[in-house]
């Protein structure tokens, strides 16, 4: 599956920003998704996941309350809603797609398909 990321940019701490991923090439609904991100000099890390159908999601903590992920499979779109930004948070955010169908992983190893990236930086 080919993945587009988008709606990144710069904003101040506190902020929101909503991210998109545009999925082709692949029966979107019956796949997991995810949100990763990558900080400078930092390895990558989870930051949430959905399942195929929507009705499941997890969060990293550092995450959790804050940013809501979603998916619209009419759409072949996944979503990430960030909330009360902080610098912590800046990062290049790739979204991903699970490497087998009806499964919701958080480990990155699952996923086989990934977005070229999208910065998001928080300026305090």
């Known amino acids: 599956v080919q993945l587009q990321a988008s709606g990144g940019g710069l904003v101040q701490a506190g902020g929101s920003l909503r991210l998109s991923c545009v999925a082709s090439g692949r029966p979107f609904s019956s796949y997991g998704m995810g949100w990763f991100r990558q900080a400078p000099g930092k390895e990558r890390e989870f930051v949430a996941a959905i399942s195929w159908s929507g009705s499941t999601t997890y969060y990293a903590d550092s995450v959790k309350g804050r940013f809501t992920i979603s998916r619209d499979n009419a759409k072949n779109t996944l979503y990430l809603q960030m909330t009360s930004l902080k610098p912590e948070d800046t990062a290049v955010y790739y979204c991903?797609?699970?490497?087998?169908?009806?499964?919701?992983?958080?480990?990155?190893?699952?996923?086989?398909?990934w977005g070229q990236g999208t910065q998001v930086t928080v300026s305090s």
């Open positions: 991903a797609a699970d490497k087998i169908t009806f499964r919701l992983s958080t480990t990155q190893s699952d996923f086989g398909s």
